[in-house]
């Protein structure tokens, strides 16, 4: 179960047994126009026969845990508006891009934890079944055959979460340093959100901005305006406020600001939210026009700014 990538950009990190597939891709930041870069940190599809050989059904725990096909969503948007993009193609079965190294169920690793992680307040996301390495899945449960040998997440954490993250991180220092300010869009997808009472309409969208932390109200606000303006029930931090990766990257008064988008599966997969619909064109417009308009946005923010920028 792999995707071929023919992308161009900067490879980075490696997937263990995949025959040396990296673990994510970076478009070319110097063809970059805008202060905006796109990270889809749970679309990877690249499952060495290793990984799936000690997973338990298979054909039902890459579809659930995925955010399926969002990537092809970025790449679309990042075409259409020349934002820079970040996608990692190692599976979130694999490692967790959007949890820290120590959000973790050690009672799943061979050999346990350090004894001051075994401790920390730091896993409890893990406790439900869904930390750095994902443990259950509702209605699945037990997803692994057997624990993980420390050794193997060692190696999962130095060759895909740490690149991973010090080329977000370097990136966005990048594009601060050059506009004054940087924006984050960590783009994912979520299963139907339930409704609350019969005849309900839920969201299709849900920003998240870590409730305020990460990210200038104004420009929030204009994410949430627009989709309501074109016709799309969004949220805004519930169910979904952000993670890891806004918790670690978001820095406002530094002038890098982050979002988390959560778009509705049936909004552009097919009926069983397997496979692409007609409708994942349109998702892309739409997603590439607020692109634009926060591009706008977080260039003034940029301007306004007192750090001095790159060319200066």
């Not at 940190?41 to 499952?47: F, K, T, V």
């Not at 050690?106 to 730091?122: D, F, I, N, P, Q």
């Not at 004054?180 to 783009?187: E, K, N, Y």
């Not at 918790?247 to 890098?256: E, F, K, S, T």
């Amino acid at each position: 179960m792999s995707d071929k990538h023919d992308h161009p950009g900067e490879s980075g990190g490696n997937i263990s047994g995949s025959d040396g597939q990296s673990a994510f891709v970076l478009t070319d930041m110097a063809q970059t126009p805008l202060p905006v870069l796109i990270a889809v940190p749970h679309a990877g599809r690249d499952y060495p026969e290793q990984l799936l050989a000690k997973m338990r059904h298979r054909d039902q725990v890459p579809l659930r845990l995925e955010d399926r096909y969002v990537d092809l969503i970025g790449r679309t948007v990042a075409q259409q508006t020349g934002a820079a993009l970040l996608v990692a193609h190692a599976p979130r079965a694999m490692i967790d891009l959007n949890r820290a190294t120590d959000d973790m169920d050690w009672s799943m690793v061979s050999g346990g934890a350090r004894e001051e992680a075994r401790h920390s307040l730091a896993n409890r996301r893990s406790r439900s079944g869904l930390g750095l390495v994902p443990r259950r899945l509702a209605g699945i449960g037990e997803i692994w055959s057997g624990p993980i040998e420390r050794a193997e997440l060692d190696s999962r954490i130095a060759d895909i979460h740490q690149p991973y993250h010090a080329t977000l991180g370097r990136s966005l220092d990048l594009i601060r340093d050059r506009w004054g300010a940087a924006l984050l869009i960590d783009l994912h997808s979520m299963p139907p959100l339930r409704p609350r009472h019969p005849g309900e309409r839920t969201a299709e969208f849900v920003v998240g901005d870590r409730f305020g932390a990460s990210c200038d109200p104004e420009i929030v606000a204009t994410a949430l305006d627009y989709f309501g303006q074109h016709g799309r029930l969004v949220a805004h931090n519930r169910p979904y406020a952000g993670g890891y990766v806004l918790d670690r990257h978001a820095l406002p008064a530094r002038g890098i600001h982050a979002i988390q988008i959560e778009i509705c599966r049936s909004s552009y997969l097919d009926s069983h939210l397997n496979e692409p619909s007609v409708r994942m064109n349109g998702v892309a417009r739409l997603v590439a026009g607020l692109v634009s308009q926060l591009a706008g946005q977080i260039a003034e923010v940029g301007r306004g700014s007192a750090i001095p920028l790159a060319a200066e």
